[in-house]
């Protein structure tokens, strides 16, 4: 364990960009560029890499129930439990039932 501190100021602009990605970022569809440049933040990051963690958890525990769909309702709570309600966007499916597909 090196006791190296990269300088970091806690930019909050900068955060909220990379926090508006992280979403994609957990489900694996955020591009590796992307990726890359979150990685690279949360070693600096506390705040961020927390958050990371704590998105990931959450949504392996819901992959790992019956039911692998997390309903909108969900995922608002989450997204306002973790203090990120301003980035929550409804799921694709909102609205419309795709029961009518085969
Ligand atoms: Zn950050």
Not at 25 to 53: F, K, P, Q, S, W
Request: hydrophobic share 35%; aromatic share 6%; glycine share 4%.
């Amino acid at each position: 364990m090196s006791t190296v501190h990269l300088q970091h100021e806690h930019n909050r602009e900068t955060c909220r960009q990379y926090l508006e990605s992280l979403g994609d970022y957990v489900e694996g569809t955020l591009a590796a560029e992307l990726c890359r440049e979150i990685e690279a933040h949360m070693a600096v990051c506390d705040n961020c890499r927390i958050v990371v963690n704590t998105l990931a958890k959450t949504i392996t525990l819901y992959r790992q129930m019956p039911s692998p769909e997390l309903p909108n309702a969900v995922r608002e709570r989450l997204f306002a439990v973790l203090d990120l309600a301003p980035y929550y966007r409804p799921g694709p499916e909102s609205g419309d039932k795709l029961d009518s597909v085969r």
